[in-house]
Nanobody, 117 residues
Framework: QVQLVESGGGLVQPGGSLRLSCAAS????????MGWYRQVPAKQRELVAQ???????LYANSVKGRFAISRTNAKNATYLQMNSLKPEDTAVYYC???????????WGQGTQVTVYT
């Protein structure tokens, strides 16, 4: 089992920045890709960014050039630097960790990001 705990959400004005952190514990050796998803009410959870152990990254088109994902070599933490935030970035952000060689995905409890005018 892997446990994920996010932090760093909050309120910010358009154009501002936030940095989300996710700390993993438990069987971290099982972790392959780590990522960030977001969800707003009545919509499906969507991928924001993902990073593999080799450092290969994947971003949603809507955040390219504004968000940056990173992770520690020990695979026990991942970060999402969010710049030039827009009101449409408002959502609950979830940290994820995909298990190596498995379809199992672990989720954090979510952290609220609100971009207000």
């Amino acid at each position: 089992q892997v446990q994920l705990v996010e932090s760093g959400g909050g309120l910010v004005q358009p154009g501002g920045s936030l940095r989300l952190s996710c700390a993993a514990s438990g069987s971290i050796s099982r972790i392959y890709a780590m990522g960030w998803y977001r969800q707003v009410p009545a919509k499906q959870r969507e991928l924001v960014a993902q990073i593999t152990p080799s450092g290969t990254t994947l971003y949603a088109n809507s955040v390219k050039g504004r968000f940056a994902i990173s992770r520690t070599n020990a695979k026990n933490a991942t970060y999402l630097q969010m710049n030039s935030l827009k009101p449409e970035d408002t959502a609950v952000y979830y940290c994820s960790a995909r298990e190596l060689g498995s379809s199992t995905v672990y989720w954090g409890q979510g952290t609220q990001v609100t971009v207000y005018t």
